[in-house]
């Protein structure tokens, strides 16, 4: 509450409001108040609230200012800023992946025993073996008939039969259809491999929309895209902590999240 406090004072008096009149502080992007993910454009922060896996309010200065500063720098080596944000970002994805792999080894465990689970007779499924008991006795007694040489009768059976027989067949069909889309339904439902959530791999357009532009989706969409791009930088151009002595006096310590809010 009191790091929203001195922030909302900052935002309406200015950060020199302390400041006796006409003496300005001079700020620079290694202060320890600044927040130094923010600076290399990503505060984890500030990716999920609101969501089940919201981090809390970051603690330190977003100011844009002092992005301004980091950008313009022209050895980001000598900080270990990207290095902290990678790894900070690598230990939220490495977590949600173990919950992740739990979630869909339980949707598949759930998947298969609904597959093996025989399902209660529908209606339909009744009819279906009333039309064949009854199948069954027509035929008998259309046999007698034709033994006892009653043609008339037994053709009369054997429409009724006839007509017995397309109620099956379209029955038969219904049955098929509905085992069809339920079977689907069942498998289609998956575990995001990006955000963790449960997916169907029929959703298509506003649904799909929805899941991929979601805060949860694109937080971890972020992260992920964030381990890459520092994991495939040329070495020179990561931390190199032999080229970092000189700013040591001014560097906060290393993985600066530890400090946020979670």
Not at 154 to 161: I, Q, S, Y
């Amino acid at each position: 509450m009191a790091a929203e406090m001195a922030s909302l004072l900052d935002e309406l008096m200015g950060r020199d409001r302390n400041s006796a009149p006409g003496e300005a502080q001079e700020y620079h992007f290694t202060d320890p108040d600044v927040c130094k993910h923010y600076l290399c454009g990503l505060c984890p922060h500030d990716l999920f609230t609101n969501t089940k896996s919201h981090l809390g309010i970051c603690q330190n200065r977003h100011d844009d200012a002092m992005v301004a500063q980091w950008e313009a720098e022209e050895h980001k080596e000598k900080f270990p800023y990207q290095r902290d944000l990678t790894s900070y970002a690598r230990m939220l994805v490495e977590k949600l992946d173990k919950i992740k792999e739990r979630t869909a080894e339980k949707l598949r465990f759930q998947q298969q025993r609904a597959a093996a689970m025989p399902t209660p007779d529908t209606p339909d499924q009744l009819r279906l073996a009333e039309i064949t008991a009854e199948n069954a006795v027509l035929l008998k007694r259309i046999e007698a008939l034709g033994e006892q040489g009653l043609i008339d009768e037994a053709e009369v059976l054997n429409t009724k039969m006839e007509q017995l027989n397309a109620e099956k067949a379209q029955l038969t069909q219904k049955i098929e259809l509905s085992k069809d889309k339920g079977g689907a339904a069942d498998r289609s439902l998956t575990v995001c491999e990006v955000c963790g959530t449960f997916l169907s791999e029929t959703d298509v357009g506003d649904r799909l929309v929805n899941h991929t532009e979601g805060k949860q989706h694109r937080g971890y969409a972020l992260l992920r895209a964030q381990i890459k791009a520092y994991d495939e930088l040329p070495d020179e151009k990561k931390y190199q902590p032999e080229a970092s002595s000189t700013h040591k006096s001014r560097e906060r310590d290393p993985l600066e999240h530890r400090r946020c809010s979670i």
